[in-house]
């Protein structure tokens, strides 16, 4: 079955940085485009960034422009999210999806498969 793993996420301090990784497997990673999302306590899951299938196009929430990096491996089936500048606001749990048809990105909706999901805390 298609499972979606996160990591990296932990508690850092404002101003600093977190890698996170999701690997996938189950599924022909290279045919899929890449999100992430995030849910803060009481707050609905929001779209942070998507990476289509070739890693050639990638599209960011206006408030991680300039601090966030999506990226993918398709060697390694695995989708990284890089984040710097860190404020207590990005407080959050983070989730990779993944989504065969890459037209509506920010829609949690379009995409088929999610992790569980892994928790990222900025200390202010």
């Known amino acids: 079955q298609v499972q979606l793993v996160e990591s990296g996420g932990g508690l850092v301090q404002a101003g600093g940085s977190l890698r996170l990784s999701c690997a996938a497997s189950g599924l022909t990673f290279r045919r899929y485009a890449m999100g992430w999302f995030r849910q803060a306590p009481g707050k609905e899951r929001e779209f942070v960034a998507h990476i289509k299938w070739s890693g050639g196009g990638t599209y960011y929430a206006d408030f991680v422009k300039g601090r966030f990096t999506i990226s993918r491996d398709n060697a390694k089936n695995t989708v990284y999210l890089q984040m710097n500048s860190l404020k207590p606001e990005d407080t959050a749990v983070y989730y990779c999806?993944?989504?065969?048809?890459?037209?509506?990105?920010?829609?949690?909706?379009?995409?088929?498969?999610w992790g569980q999901g892994t928790q990222v805390t900025v200390s202010s």
């Open positions: 999806a993944a989504q065969v048809d890459s037209s509506r990105a920010d829609y949690s909706g379009a995409y088929d498969y």
